[in-house]
């Protein structure tokens, strides 16, 4: 009480646009009203909980990456990863050339590395979406088909590359060993079924 007034609150609900279980009209809330405002919902009888497990770099609580400088190169290298190795695919499989081994292991390659642009593409658009806010989506998202496919295309990619990668520099091994011998090359065929 401030002298014979009430002191209340007033909230616009627009304020906090989480979720879509609340309209646009200003709540008022009384020091003695359960109603709190809590990280932007608002709950009767707010106790104090605590979380586990603690917030930490895989289990963020309000982004999920969370500095601008994190956001901005991740940006920068999906659209660098996504439009650069399709450029190679587009490329490589378009040309009238015969495909040779070394073609062949490259759009292995740049596959992979495109694969790992869209991971990052599905990461910054969560990331976007859920900034700020991302603890009342985390549940969701980490249970969610987007997270499986995000897992998938990381551990897919990787595994791909290095692989790829692998074989590029056995291939590459091979050709410098056997340099003079014309017929000891690896072929296609050969590459195709490692």
């Known amino acids: ?24 009209s200003p709540v008022t809330i009384r020091p003695d009203d359960p109603l709190r405002a809590v990280c932007g919902n608002f709950a009767r009888d707010f ?7 603690e ?40 040309a009238r050339s015969t495909m040779t081994v070394s ?6 390659l740049a596959f992979a590395d495109f694969c790992m642009g869209v991971y990052l593409l599905i ?12 603890f009342n989506h985390a549940i969701e998202w980490q249970h969610g088909t987007g997270c499986q496919l995000a897992g998938f295309l990381t551990v ?3 595994e791909l590359s290095i692989f790829t990668l692998t074989v590029i520099t056995l291939e590459r091994w091979y050709a410098i060993t056997y340099a003079i011998h014309l017929n000891r090359r690896l072929h296609l065929g050969t590459a195709a079924k490692k």
């Open 1 to 24: 009480m401030l002298g014979n007034q009430e002191a209340c609150l007033t909230l616009s609900i627009s304020e906090y646009p989480v979720f879509r279980y609340f309209h646009s």
């Open 47 to 53: 106790r104090q909980v605590t979380c586990y497990p």
């Open 55 to 94: 917030p930490d770099a895989f289990n963020p609580c309000e982004d999920v990456m969370g500095q601008w400088p994190l956001r901005v190169a991740v940006w920068f290298v999906l659209i660098a990863a996504m439009l650069g190795n399709l450029a190679v695919l587009i490329v490589i499989l378009t």
């Open 103 to 108: 073609k062949f292991l490259m759009c292995h």
């Open 123 to 134: 990461i910054a658009s969560v990331d976007i979406r859920t900034m700020g806010t991302y």
């Open 156 to 158: 897919f990619s990787s």
